[in-house]
């Protein structure tokens, strides 16, 4: 990360996203929800919305590509969602549909 914002390009860049963005948004990027397996409709739409940074326990890349799709597609900044198959597994323990 500090190699990115080493760049004066990068980092303007980046401060012109953080600008554009509503405060709406930029809490929505730190929404990170449980899926399971694959994202429901509602959290889609939540994607869609940019009121959802990332997703947990989205399994297999024809569940994934769907999500990150509309992030970057449909989304009004096309911000990339943060997807991953799992959790941290010292954090599972407070999600109730996270695999043990």
Do not use: W, Y
């Not at 994934?64 to 959790?87: F, G, N, W």
């Amino acid at each position: 990360m500090a190699a990115l914002l080493a760049s004066p390009a990068a980092a303007q860049n980046l401060d012109s996203l953080l600008a554009r963005m509503t405060l709406e948004e930029k809490l929505g990027q730190l929404n990170l929800l449980s899926a399971g397996g694959r994202a429901s409709p509602e959290q889609m739409q939540l994607v869609r919305a940019g009121k959802l940074g990332g997703l947990f326990n989205v399994i297999g890349a024809e569940n994934t590509t769907p999500v990150q799709r509309i992030a970057v597609t449909e989304s009004r900044l096309k911000i990339s969602a943060a997807v991953r198959a799992r959790c941290d597994p010292r954090l599972s323990h407070d999600l109730p549909d996270s695999p043990r």
